[in-house]
């Protein structure tokens, strides 16, 4: 019995590079979904002009154009709400979300952070973990909830620190490795494997004790 394509919206502040990785992947036919919207705060930010180019649905409201930030939230998570999404990628959305609109979209929402979670949540990952002297990196993709970046736990990338490394280097090193993460687990979704809760993930209806380890091949150990 073939599934119909998982509709996913993606939500983005920034140049889009995750929402650019899901349209590869569903082109190459890896991930059988479509993105039914492109949701920001930001009308100038790169995953706008990209659903723009794309012919896709996309929805850009700046704070400032609302009276309060429950506002903000309440306009743009109706209009996510609209599509009829069944998988909401937080991608790069650089604003704290109100429980009261995440509970609008609960158990369909994931965010992928630039981090070994639950190792630095928030921002400047890459810094923390060069201060810290760590002597790995990585990403992580969970499931939103009201705290910040504290979710359930799907899946995980590594990759090494390399003498010499500085910030940006890292970030760049990690950037490729963190799209991979994130077709990987949407795939889990369009095959409709996966149900999120609010302190839980299931993966074919078995609780997730620790997050999905992506290898060198992009599968993900376990799945
Ligand atoms: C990614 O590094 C993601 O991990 C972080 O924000 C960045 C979004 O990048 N949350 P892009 O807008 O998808 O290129």
């Given amino acids: 019995m073939t599934l119909p394509p998982l509709r996913i919206a993606v939500l983005a502040s920034g140049r889009g590079s995750n929402l650019q990785a899901l349209l590869d992947a569903i082109g190459t036919g890896v991930l059988e979904a479509r993105i039914v919207g492109v949701f920001s705060d930001k009308p100038a930010s790169g995953a706008i002009a990209l659903a723009g180019a794309r012919g896709l649905h996309g929805v850009a409201i700046r704070p400032r154009d609302c009276p309060d930030r429950a506002a903000h939230d309440e306009a743009l998570f109706s209009e996510i709400a609209a599509v009829q999404p069944d998988l909401i990628v937080f991608a790069g959305y650089m604003r704290i979300v109100g429980a009261a609109a995440l509970s609008r979209l609960e158990g369909r929402m994931i965010n992928i952070h630039p981090s070994l979670l639950p190792k630095y949540p928030g921002l400047d990952t890459h810094a923390r973990a060069l201060a810290a ?51 990987a687990t949407a795939t889990l979704f369009a095959q409709r494997r996966v149900r999120l809760h609010a302190d839980h993930a299931e993966l074919d209806g078995r609780r997730l004790a620790a997050p999905l380890q992506l290898d060198a091949a992009n599968h993900l150990i376990g799945a």
């Fill in 133 to 183: 002297g760590d002597a790995e990196h990585g990403a992580s993709v969970h499931a939103v909830t009201p705290a910040l970046d504290a979710g359930p736990l799907l899946a995980q990338v590594r990759i090494p620190l390399l003498p010499g490394d500085d910030a940006p280097a890292l970030a760049a090193r990690l950037l490729p490795r963190e799209h991979a993460l994130l077709v």
